[in-house]
């Protein structure tokens, strides 16, 4: 019986959008040939004749293209979901095509992988399913996965930020199968291979095996990978047949400049003076005199006018610049979009399919149907530069989390809450505005009113929150990137909902966070410091409310302290404070450790939540986190100054500071960023974890026990930086421990 295997093609390929707006991503042209046409030529190489195609985006089009499979010798059978059932799912509709061990390859990505030596190894190690790996710099956008020294997988991460980033060995989408496979996919849902069917074979103990590929692999995902599969192409790294050179049809003017590394179409023209430098030109195109194509794509039928100029772009079927327009690296025109005469299209910009730019404009932004591009995500949540932007990323929310109450509030950005609170309600959002308020109280408003979610306005930046209070995850913000990026949005005032100012949001956020028992005076004298007068103002009325009968509260210009008083400096934020008395200021490691102490003596149970110092577990034994009660406490600890300042000073009933901490744990905590290339985050992180022999453990980033101290390393989320905090019981060991992995990091990046 032949080879058989299955390809992939039913994606809509929204990063590459515009490009895949009306051409399904599979049939995206490399050298004049579909993408997909070079999966189907590498299984004919290595005698896999009985091909099947799963399709679901415009699959008309891929049966037009590829029909039969006669062009290419192979027999072709088509599988068609009508409605989205997962890469699993889809794969078993083929089931009845597939009686032996069989190859899955993605119908959108590049890779002349030796398919004949992986089933050699699916073979030998007699494995359920084979997953073939590729080594990759950035594994961000794949899924990561772990084995062990015999090949076999013991962990998959999907898609990890770089604090999880324990492997650099990525997915490719190629498989290879046992059909036994299909007892372990579900017949309902969508289940998908990477996220669902492997992980599931793991945690029953069955063989799962990596086969690592020393060939080329690329996931076509997005515009600059597409752009470098075709050079690397021409430059002879992917081992498989392609088209190259000057087409015999092609009609091009003796003064054409024809440099580096390029491919012209049959039927192209191309006028006087023309340049042509490591570009692909498709067939029928024209290109007009003195017109200059550099690092480019061009797809069949599109023309390009006297003296235009285009430069690491993509122009889709039927697309047309006119005279002297200029397209910067990275641009796109969609089919049958223009850009005017004398235009200008800055970096990046995207046209949509059939739009146009006007003669003479200069453009920043996308030119779609109201989308834009996707949001900038740092720590303090999206940047919003644009209306647009706001009412983009709120219907986004909204179509992620499924809000219908929700709350805003700002801090000194009253316009963009005003926005934002608009643009909810339009999504259909009952939405409340608390008005002149911290990210903290905004948080603790929503457990307390028990809405949905909301967001919190700060100079030009929207921090989201999820139903718990806090921002939301990474997984969150990403599926709020694809909604904007595919216009998955719900349309607006199509639902609308209401804008209605909460007035009680002060009175709200402190009953939430106020100690329960408020009964009994508090003499001790105390004094808040802050450059907020919000949080002046919410710390005098809590402390009050809880008995205090000696407080005052003062900007920081007048931060003297008597020698009876105990002092808090809330940061302008809210997010942290700082304790301290005359003779003494509490470190923030015993800040740290004192509010844990109290919230232990308050709920019974510590959680092992990030940040928390290892000295805590000298406190009490740390549990798993989860969503209780006692969890969001102790989160809310880590991210609200006035929270750990009323459970200080309640706490200051029993005693003065120096008695609530002659029993806490010893322990001193160094933090260094290291600056890195973002290329080298993964690497970094993968050669640590690969290369140590002491205990350690993986979650947000890599935690190494060394003796008593501890070191953790983690790369950062949005900048080229790498976090080492080290923790131990003397400063000398910490800085010990700081020194050792700053150096480790240092060589590790030095080797390349």
Not at 125 to 146: E, F, M, Q
Not at 446 to 471: E, H, K, V, Y
Request: hydrophobic residues 40%.
């Amino acid at each position: 019986m032949s080879l058989q295997a299955i390809i992939m093609a039913g994606g809509e390929g929204v990063r590459l959008r515009p490009l895949t707006s009306h051409t399904p991503k599979p049939l995206c042209p490399l050298l004049g040939e579909p993408v997909m046409g070079y999966a189907v030529k590498l299984l004919k190489a290595h005698g896999v004749s009985d091909i099947g195609a799963t399709l679901w985006f415009q699959p008309q089009k891929i049966r037009r293209a590829f029909h039969k499979g006669e062009r290419y010798g192979v027999k072709l059978k088509y599988f068609e979901e009508k409605e989205p059932v997962g890469t699993a799912g889809s794969v078993k509709l083929a089931k009845k095509l597939l009686s032996d061990t069989f190859f899955v390859l993605s119908g959108d990505g590049l890779t002349d992988c030796d398919l004949t030596e992986a089933m050699r190894f699916h073979k030998e190690k007699k494995a359920l399913a084979t997953l073939v790996l590729k080594r990759v710099s950035i594994p961000l956008p794949y899924g990561v996965v772990l084995t062990d020294g015999d090949s076999r997988v013991i962990r998959f991460i999907e898609k990890p930020d770089w604090k999880r980033v324990f492997s650099n060995l990525v997915n490719t989408g190629v498989y290879i199968l046992e059909p036994d496979i299909f007892d372990y996919i579900p017949d309902t849902g969508t289940p998908d291979f990477g996220k669902d069917v492997f992980p599931a074979l793991l945690s029953g103990g069955l063989p799962v095996y990596g086969y690592e590929t020393e060939g080329y692999w690329c996931d076509v995902g997005d515009q600059r990978a597409y752009l470098q599969a075709q050079t690397d192409l021409f430059q002879g790294k992917v081992q498989l047949p392609h088209a190259s050179g000057i087409h015999e049809n092609a009609q091009l003017a003796p003064s054409v400049k024809v440099e580096g590394d390029c491919f012209i179409g049959d039927g192209a023209i191309i006028g006087p003076g023309a340049v042509i430098r490591n570009a692909v030109i498709g067939s029928r195109a024209y290109i007009g005199p003195g017109a200059v194509i550099e690092n480019s794509c061009l797809w069949q039928d599109t023309a390009v006018q006297e003296k235009a100029r285009i430069s690491g772009s993509v122009l889709c079927d039927g697309a047309a610049v006119r005279q002297g327009a200029e397209l910067s690296d990275g641009c796109a025109l969609g089919q049958r979009a223009s850009v005017g005469a004398f235009a200008l299209l800055r970096p990046g910009v995207k046209v949509w399919p059939h739009f146009r730019v006007a003669p003479g404009a200069v453009v920043s932004q996308n030119v779609t149907s109201g989308d834009w591009s996707a949001p900038l995500w740092t720590a303090g949540g999206a940047v919003c530069d644009t209306a647009e932007s706001v009412c983009a990323l709120c219907r986004a929310y909204a179509r992620v989390t499924g809000a219908k109450r929700v709350i805003v509030g700002h801090s000194g950005s009253e316009a963009l809450e005003t926005l934002a609170g608009g643009a909810f309600s339009a999504a259909g959002a009952e939405t409340y505005t608390a008005g002149e308020s911290s990210a903290a109280m905004l948080g603790a408003l929503i457990r307390a009113l028990r809405m949905d979610g909301g967001a919190f306005a700060s100079g030009q930046t929207l921090l989201f929150f999820d139903s718990f209070g806090f921002p939301l995850s990474a997984k969150q913000t990403a599926a709020m990137d694809t909604c904007v990026l595919r216009q998955d949005t719900p349309a607006a005032f199509a639902h609308p909902g209401s804008v209605i100012p909460f007035y009680g949001a002060e009175e709200v956020y402190l009953a939430s966070i106020l100690p329960s028992d408020t009964a009994r005076p508090l003499f001790s004298p105390l004094a808040v410091f802050s450059d907020n007068a919000f949080l002046r103002q919410w710390a005098e009325a809590g402390l009050r409310r809880m008995g205090a009968r000696d407080v005052r509260c003062a900007p920081m210009e007048n931060m003297d302290l008597r020698p009876v008083e105990t002092g808090f400096l809330l940061s302008p934020d809210g997010k942290d404070v700082t304790v301290f008395t005359v003779s003494h200021t509490l470190t923030q490691e015993q800040k740290t450790l004192l509010v844990l102490a109290l919230l232990f003596q308050q709920n019974g149970k510590l959680y092992d939540l990030p940040g928390v110092p290892r000295a805590t577990e000298r406190i009490a034994p740390l549990a798993l986190p989860d969503h209780g009660k006692e969890c969001i406490a102790q989160c809310a600890a880590e991210i609200d100054g006035l929270f750990s300042l009323f459970l200080i000073a309640d706490a200051l009933r029993e005693g003065p500071l120096e008695a609530l901490l002659k029993d806490l744990p010893e322990t001193h905590i160094l933090a260094e960023e290291i600056v890195c290339g973002a290329r080298d985050k993964g690497r970094i992180l993968h050669q640590l974890c690969s290369q140590t022999d002491l205990p350690h453990t993986l979650g947000e980033g890599l935690r190494v026990k060394h003796g008593a101290g501890y070191a953790t390393i983690v790369p950062d989320a949005y900048r080229s930086l790498v976090h080492i905090t080290s923790e131990a019981v003397s400063s000398e060991f910490a800085q010990e421990l700081c020194d050792f992995y700053s150096n480790r990091i240092r060589e590790i990046t030095a080797k390349e």
